[in-house]
């Protein structure tokens, strides 16, 4: 396939297209199935328009020095790079991520709790969803308007589990093995937080963080942690992935990271 032609018409097609991707890629490294999936650093970028670019960064060769050069200029995932289309781009800064189903998905609270426990996936799909629609925006620079997100409120799981006197934050670790994230209790307490089952009015997929991600809907799209596996309650905030990395712990859109974005809730 040409990554200069688009080929894809729309957004499940161009998924489609890079899951495809990534199971000849898997093939040709000669990956038994089921081992994890490697190279999702950034898979591309999703619907209108720019559909294109969606392979170019899943080429093998030249992708090391493609993400090298790209690093230098853009933290966060190689933005800088690519055409924007207005669409979704994909971010892993794991190289392998595993894939979790309805049968091995499990998120765990714990941490200064009363009462520790793990969700099933069928767990947390039978407690009440919430769904917002908001715009998302990146602290790299793209946005995209009105999207639907779908999932059990942060705060429910919080009240669930008992916070502790004495907690004041909340850590997000992630079965990529490596992102993690945090928010202040209050902040995670807000109704505009949710533990994300649904993107776009479908289930999450692999490539979006599924089967389940925090959504953090007033701040720059990398509070939302994908592939959320752990949410742990704290004394303090710890810095996360990208904090440890210059980008602010409160990361409301339009007022951090030097930024003046519109807000988005
Ligand atoms: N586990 C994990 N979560 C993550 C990231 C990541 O690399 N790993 N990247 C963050 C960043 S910087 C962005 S912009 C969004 C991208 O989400 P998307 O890939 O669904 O577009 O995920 C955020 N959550
Ligand atoms: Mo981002």
């Known amino acids: ?125 039978a407690l009440p969803q919430n769904r917002l629609v908001r715009d998302v925006q990146c602290v790299t620079g793209w946005r995209v308007p009105g999207t639907p997100f779908e999932g059990v409120r942060l705060s429910r799981l919080l009240d669930a589990a008992g916070v502790r006197q004495g907690a004041g934050a909340v850590r997000f670790t992630c079965f990529d093995g490596t992102y993690t994230e945090s928010l202040t209790l209050d902040q995670a307490r807000r109704a505009d937080v949710l533990v994300a089952l649904r993107m776009q009015d479908k289930d999450l997929s692999h490539a979006h963080g599924g089967p389940a991600r925090l959504y953090v809907a007033p701040m720059y799209f990398y509070k939302s942690a994908k592939w959320l596996s752990g949410i742990t309650v704290t004394e303090d905030v710890q810095p996360g992935y990208w904090e440890e990395r210059g980008y602010d712990v409160d990361a409301w859109v339009g007022r951090s990271n030097g930024r003046d974005d519109e807000p988005t809730s």
Do not use: C, W
């Not at 670019?53 to 800088?80: I, M, N, Y």
């Open 1 to 125: 396939m040409n990554p200069e032609q688009p080929e894809a018409e729309d957004e499940e097609q161009v998924e489609a297209q890079v899951e495809a991707q990534i199971e000849e890629q898997d093939r040709e490294q000669g990956e038994a199935k089921g081992k994890p999936i490697g190279r999702r650093v950034l898979l591309g970028t999703l619907g209108l328009g720019a559909l294109g670019v969606v392979t170019a960064p899943t080429l093998q060769r030249g992708l090391e020095s493609f993400l090298a050069s790209a690093s230098d200029k853009d933290p966060t995932g190689l933005t800088g790079l690519l055409p924007n289309g207005g669409g979704f781009r994909y971010y892993s800064v794991a190289s392998s991520v595993p894939r979790k189903n309805a049968t091995t998905y499990r998120l765990t609270v714990d941490g200064l709790v009363e009462h520790p426990r793990t969700y099933t996936l069928a767990e947390l799909r």
